[in-house]
Protein backbone atom coordinates (compact mmCIF):
# COMPACT_ATOMS: atom_id res chain seq x y z
CA UNK A 1 0.00 0.00 0.00
CA UNK A 2 1.34 3.43 -0.98
CA UNK A 3 1.37 6.39 0.91
CA UNK A 4 -1.91 7.95 -0.84
CA UNK A 5 -3.63 4.55 -0.17
CA UNK A 6 -2.83 4.94 3.31
CA UNK A 7 -3.33 8.45 3.94
CA UNK A 8 -6.66 7.54 2.73
CA UNK A 9 -7.83 4.95 4.85
CA UNK A 10 -6.46 6.95 7.71
CA UNK A 11 -9.36 9.60 6.53
CA UNK A 12 -11.82 6.68 5.51
CA UNK A 13 -11.77 5.16 9.28
CA UNK A 14 -11.37 8.69 11.18
CA UNK A 15 -14.19 9.76 12.89
CA UNK A 16 -13.45 13.33 13.41
CA UNK A 17 -10.36 14.54 11.15
CA UNK A 18 -9.07 18.72 11.24
CA UNK A 19 -6.33 20.17 9.25
CA UNK A 20 -3.66 22.55 10.02
CA UNK A 21 -2.63 24.76 7.49
CA UNK A 22 0.54 27.18 6.90
CA UNK A 23 2.40 29.37 4.66
CA UNK A 24 2.81 26.80 1.90
CA UNK A 25 -0.78 26.17 0.87
CA UNK A 26 -0.69 29.52 -0.72
CA UNK A 27 2.35 29.97 -2.14
CA UNK A 28 0.95 28.42 -5.36
CA UNK A 29 -1.71 31.19 -5.35
CA UNK A 30 1.08 34.09 -5.72
CA UNK A 31 1.57 34.53 -1.51
CA UNK A 32 5.41 34.45 -0.53
CA UNK A 33 6.14 32.62 2.70
CA UNK A 34 6.83 36.07 4.71
CA UNK A 35 10.09 34.93 5.79
CA UNK A 36 11.15 33.46 2.24
CA UNK A 37 13.77 35.46 0.16
CA UNK A 38 10.81 37.36 -1.64
CA UNK A 39 8.80 37.68 1.35
CA UNK A 40 7.46 41.03 3.08
CA UNK A 41 9.98 40.76 5.95
CA UNK A 42 12.99 40.82 3.49
CA UNK A 43 11.30 44.38 2.54
CA UNK A 44 10.07 45.47 5.59
CA UNK A 45 11.55 44.67 8.92
CA UNK A 46 9.07 43.07 11.41
CA UNK A 47 9.98 44.39 14.39
CA UNK A 48 9.47 48.12 12.58
CA UNK A 49 6.23 47.40 10.74
CA UNK A 50 4.78 44.24 11.93
CA UNK A 51 4.68 45.03 15.85
CA UNK A 52 1.49 46.65 17.59
CA UNK A 53 3.63 49.27 19.17
CA UNK A 54 4.70 50.18 16.17
CA UNK A 55 0.98 50.45 14.54
CA UNK A 56 0.27 52.80 17.79
CA UNK A 57 2.82 54.92 16.78
CA UNK A 58 2.76 55.72 13.32
CA UNK A 59 -0.05 53.79 11.40
CA UNK A 60 0.64 55.88 8.28
CA UNK A 61 4.52 54.52 7.97
CA UNK A 62 2.40 50.83 8.70
CA UNK A 63 -0.07 51.28 6.10
CA UNK A 64 2.89 51.09 3.59
CA UNK A 65 3.51 47.68 4.54
CA UNK A 66 -0.24 46.86 4.82
CA UNK A 67 -1.09 48.29 1.11
CA UNK A 68 1.31 45.74 0.03
CA UNK A 69 0.24 43.44 2.01
CA UNK A 70 -3.52 43.92 0.94
CA UNK A 71 -2.29 43.86 -2.60
CA UNK A 72 -1.31 40.30 -2.75
CA UNK A 73 -3.62 38.86 -0.78
CA UNK A 74 -6.92 40.32 -2.90
CA UNK A 75 -5.25 39.27 -5.88
CA UNK A 76 -4.69 35.89 -5.12
CA UNK A 77 -6.94 33.28 -5.96
CA UNK A 78 -7.92 29.72 -4.58
CA UNK A 79 -5.34 27.65 -5.48
CA UNK A 80 -6.22 23.30 -6.17
CA UNK A 81 -5.28 22.98 -2.31
CA UNK A 82 -7.27 24.94 -1.09
CA UNK A 83 -10.04 23.80 -3.44
CA UNK A 84 -9.25 20.08 -2.51
CA UNK A 85 -9.51 21.08 1.02
CA UNK A 86 -12.81 22.87 0.67
CA UNK A 87 -14.00 19.04 -1.71
CA UNK A 88 -12.63 16.97 1.92
CA UNK A 89 -15.29 19.01 3.37
CA UNK A 90 -17.85 18.69 0.82
CA UNK A 91 -17.06 14.66 1.09
CA UNK A 92 -17.69 14.59 5.22
CA UNK A 93 -13.98 13.80 5.58
CA UNK A 94 -12.57 17.16 6.78
CA UNK A 95 -14.39 18.87 9.67
CA UNK A 96 -12.23 21.93 10.18
CA UNK A 97 -8.94 23.92 9.55
CA UNK A 98 -6.57 25.65 11.10
CA UNK A 99 -5.27 28.08 9.23
CA UNK A 100 -2.18 30.57 10.19
CA UNK A 101 -2.43 32.10 6.96
CA UNK A 102 -4.38 35.65 6.84
CA UNK A 103 -5.33 35.50 3.30
CA UNK A 104 -8.86 33.97 3.35
CA UNK A 105 -8.55 32.07 0.51
CA UNK A 106 -9.51 28.78 2.20
CA UNK A 107 -13.06 30.59 2.75
CA UNK A 108 -12.94 31.91 -1.04
CA UNK A 109 -12.28 28.29 -2.10
CA UNK A 110 -15.36 27.03 -0.02
CA UNK A 111 -14.29 25.85 3.20
CA UNK A 112 -17.19 26.43 5.72
CA UNK A 113 -15.26 25.57 9.07
CA UNK A 114 -12.29 27.91 9.19
CA UNK A 115 -10.02 28.94 12.65
CA UNK A 116 -7.67 31.88 12.37
CA UNK A 117 -5.27 31.84 14.22
CA UNK A 118 -3.50 34.99 12.81
CA UNK A 119 -6.36 37.12 11.61
CA UNK A 120 -7.84 37.62 8.23
CA UNK A 121 -6.82 40.70 6.07
CA UNK A 122 -9.59 41.01 4.12
CA UNK A 123 -11.34 42.64 7.14
CA UNK A 124 -10.79 45.91 9.09
CA UNK A 125 -11.17 46.94 12.59
CA UNK A 126 -10.18 49.91 15.17
CA UNK A 127 -7.95 49.38 17.92
CA UNK A 128 -9.51 52.17 19.81
CA UNK A 129 -13.40 51.73 19.72
CA UNK A 130 -13.69 48.09 18.68
CA UNK A 131 -15.53 48.63 15.25
CA UNK A 132 -15.05 45.96 12.94
CA UNK A 133 -16.16 46.51 9.23
CA UNK A 134 -15.81 43.99 6.34
CA UNK A 135 -14.11 44.44 3.09
CA UNK A 136 -17.44 46.07 1.14
CA UNK A 137 -17.35 49.27 3.58
CA UNK A 138 -14.05 49.99 1.66
CA UNK A 139 -12.40 51.08 -1.25
CA UNK A 140 -8.63 50.79 0.38
CA UNK A 141 -6.71 53.35 -2.01
CA UNK A 142 -3.42 55.49 -1.42
CA UNK A 143 -5.25 56.64 2.24
CA UNK A 144 -5.58 54.62 4.94
CA UNK A 145 -8.97 54.15 5.65
CA UNK A 146 -10.54 55.68 8.79
CA UNK A 147 -12.59 54.24 11.64
CA UNK A 148 -16.52 55.73 10.79
CA UNK A 149 -16.84 55.97 14.62
CA UNK A 150 -13.94 57.60 16.38
CA UNK A 151 -11.63 58.85 13.07
CA UNK A 152 -8.97 56.60 13.99
CA UNK A 153 -6.88 54.66 11.68
CA UNK A 154 -8.26 51.26 11.24
CA UNK A 155 -5.58 48.46 11.20
CA UNK A 156 -6.58 44.92 8.86
CA UNK A 157 -7.72 41.89 11.43
CA UNK A 158 -4.44 40.48 11.81
CA UNK A 159 -2.37 39.54 14.96
CA UNK A 160 0.89 41.34 14.73
CA UNK A 161 3.60 41.37 16.85
CA UNK A 162 2.79 41.97 20.50
CA UNK A 163 -0.48 40.99 19.77
CA UNK A 164 -2.31 37.84 21.15
CA UNK A 165 -3.78 35.06 19.57
CA UNK A 166 -7.76 34.80 19.84
CA UNK A 167 -8.91 33.24 22.52
CA UNK A 168 -11.88 31.65 20.93
CA UNK A 169 -9.31 30.37 17.87
CA UNK A 170 -6.63 28.74 20.27
CA UNK A 171 -10.03 27.09 22.58
CA UNK A 172 -11.93 25.78 19.62
CA UNK A 173 -8.73 24.55 17.91
CA UNK A 174 -7.28 22.67 21.48
CA UNK A 175 -11.11 21.37 21.63
CA UNK A 176 -10.67 19.78 18.10
CA UNK A 177 -7.04 18.44 18.81
CA UNK A 178 -8.65 16.20 21.98
CA UNK A 179 -11.40 15.16 19.49
CA UNK A 180 -9.82 14.42 16.11
CA UNK A 181 -8.67 10.85 15.01
CA UNK A 182 -6.35 12.08 12.67
CA UNK A 183 -4.62 15.88 11.27
CA UNK A 184 -3.62 16.62 8.09
CA UNK A 185 -0.54 19.19 8.42
CA UNK A 186 -0.37 21.06 5.37
CA UNK A 187 2.48 23.54 3.86
CA UNK A 188 4.06 24.23 7.74
CA UNK A 189 6.52 22.80 9.57
CA UNK A 190 4.28 23.39 12.75
CA UNK A 191 7.07 24.29 14.90
CA UNK A 192 5.43 28.15 16.60
CA UNK A 193 2.74 27.66 19.06
CA UNK A 194 0.32 27.18 19.44
CA UNK A 195 0.02 25.52 15.40
CA UNK A 196 3.12 23.21 16.77
CA UNK A 197 0.28 21.83 19.38
CA UNK A 198 -2.10 20.39 17.39
CA UNK A 199 -0.33 17.36 16.12
CA UNK A 200 1.30 16.44 19.28
CA UNK A 201 -2.25 16.85 21.15
CA UNK A 202 -3.73 14.40 17.89
CA UNK A 203 -0.70 12.26 18.29
CA UNK A 204 -1.03 12.11 22.20
CA UNK A 205 -4.47 10.56 21.81
CA UNK A 206 -3.40 7.59 19.81
CA UNK A 207 -4.75 9.52 16.79
CA UNK A 208 -2.93 9.60 13.11
CA UNK A 209 -0.38 12.22 11.72
CA UNK A 210 -0.80 12.98 7.64
CA UNK A 211 2.19 15.25 6.89
CA UNK A 212 2.10 16.92 3.47
CA UNK A 213 5.11 19.29 2.90
CA UNK A 214 8.00 20.07 -0.05
CA UNK A 215 10.52 19.21 2.71
CA UNK A 216 10.64 16.67 5.82
CA UNK A 217 10.21 18.92 9.13
CA UNK A 218 11.22 18.06 13.39
CA UNK A 219 7.36 15.89 12.63
CA UNK A 220 8.56 13.58 9.59
CA UNK A 221 10.84 11.67 11.82
CA UNK A 222 8.91 12.27 15.19
CA UNK A 223 5.23 11.94 14.58
CA UNK A 224 4.56 11.88 11.51
CA UNK A 225 2.38 8.24 10.57
CA UNK A 226 1.99 9.43 6.54
CA UNK A 227 4.34 11.83 4.59
CA UNK A 228 3.36 12.84 1.44
CA UNK A 229 6.52 15.02 0.04
CA UNK A 230 5.34 17.52 -2.38
CA UNK A 231 3.47 20.84 -2.91
CA UNK A 232 0.29 21.33 -1.39
CA UNK A 233 -0.84 21.65 -4.94
CA UNK A 234 0.04 18.15 -5.83
CA UNK A 235 -0.41 16.02 -2.60
CA UNK A 236 -4.08 17.46 -1.73
CA UNK A 237 -5.69 16.59 -5.15
CA UNK A 238 -3.79 13.59 -5.54
CA UNK A 239 -5.34 12.06 -1.83
CA UNK A 240 -8.78 13.41 -2.97
CA UNK A 241 -8.19 11.41 -5.87
CA UNK A 242 -7.25 8.75 -4.14
CA UNK A 243 -10.57 8.84 -1.68
CA UNK A 244 -12.65 9.10 -5.01
CA UNK A 245 -11.20 5.44 -6.06
CA UNK A 246 -13.40 3.33 -3.66
CA UNK A 247 -16.67 5.78 -4.02
Known amino acids: MDNYAKAAKILRDSSLTIALTGAGVSVESGIPDFRSPTGLWEKYNPAEYAHIDAFRRDPRKIWNMIFELMGMTNSA ?4 AHLALAELEDMGLLHSIITQNIDNLHQRAGSKNVIEFHGNAEYLHCIYCGAQY ?3 EFVVGTEPPVCKSC ?3 LKPSVIFFGETIPYDALLESQKLANT ?3 VLVVGTSAVVYPASSIPHIVKS ?3 SVIEMNLEQTVLTS ?3 DVYLQGSAGETLPGLVDQLKKRE
Open 205 to 207: RGG
Open 134 to 136: SPE
Open 180 to 182: ADA
Open 222 to 224: SIT
Open 151 to 153: NEI
Open 77 to 80: QPNP
